[in-house]
């Protein structure tokens, strides 16, 4: 008999003094939907994944301990985007380096977006463009690991589909993605699994 594959994603006793513990696994190309109320903990879950907020307990990507692993490196393996992104300098163009473009723009198109938006101030971008581009900003990163706070609430239901889309196609690929959504329809499509917060504690959702 094979030896159970190693998480991609493995992780005991997270807790911060706001959040937690959480103790859960996640697999290579699996996508965990987080659904629960505002201000049940699910943002602070995704900022102790990333190591963006001091936190204690047992965090493992691959079989590695985050303890092992510098802390940039850890954060370019398990990347989060925040509901709102932030947004640095003046165009999009400006936050990606030179080796991303190319990938960079074959995404642009998958996600409705015109290579032209790179070039134009950020100020001019709609909300739905800008929340669109932080989601090609985090992929050209190529994670292992992608945490998403309610990436798709600011699109119409073209942008929805689209986006959609390309995360099956991501997962697809290997991705892991924790999503945080209040979408139950989007929760059925992309997720391999649920879990509800409630209390700032995770409980694993019903079948």
């Known amino acids: 008999m094979n030896p159970p594959a190693t998480p991609r994603l493995h992780i005991r ?8 513990p959480f103790s859960f696994d996640l697999a290579a190309g ?30 493992q990507l691959n079989g590695v301990a985050r303890a092992a692993m510098p802390a940039p490196a850890w954060r370019a393996s398990v990347v989060y985007q925040p509901a709102e992104a932030a947004w640095w300098l003046p165009t999009a163009a400006g936050h990606f380096k030179p080796g991303q473009m190319d990938h960079v723009r074959e995404l642009l198109p998958q996600l409705n977006l015109s290579p032209d938006l790179l070039d134009n101030e950020i ?50 690929a290997g991705l ?20 509800i917060m409630r209390d700032r504690r995770l409980t694993e959702a019903a079948p």
């Open 13 to 20: 006793e997270l807790q911060s003094t706001l959040a937690g």
């Open 30 to 59: 699996q996508c965990l939907t987080i659904s629960g109320p505002s201000g049940a903990g699910k943002s602070l879950l995704l900022r102790m994944l990333c190591d963006l907020d001091p936190n204690t307990g047992e965090a």
């Open 123 to 172: 100020g001019r971008l709609s909300t739905g463009e800008r929340q669109r581009m932080a989601l090609i900003r985090s992929l050209a990163c190529r994670p292992q690991v992608l945490l998403l706070d309610e990436p798709t609430a600011a699109l119409d239901p073209q942008s929805v589909a689209a986006t959609e889309r390309l995360l099956q196609k991501e997962l697809a």
């Open 176 to 195: 892991s993605i924790i999503l945080v959504t209040h979408s139950e329809a989007q929760a059925q499509t992309l997720g391999h699994r649920s879990m």
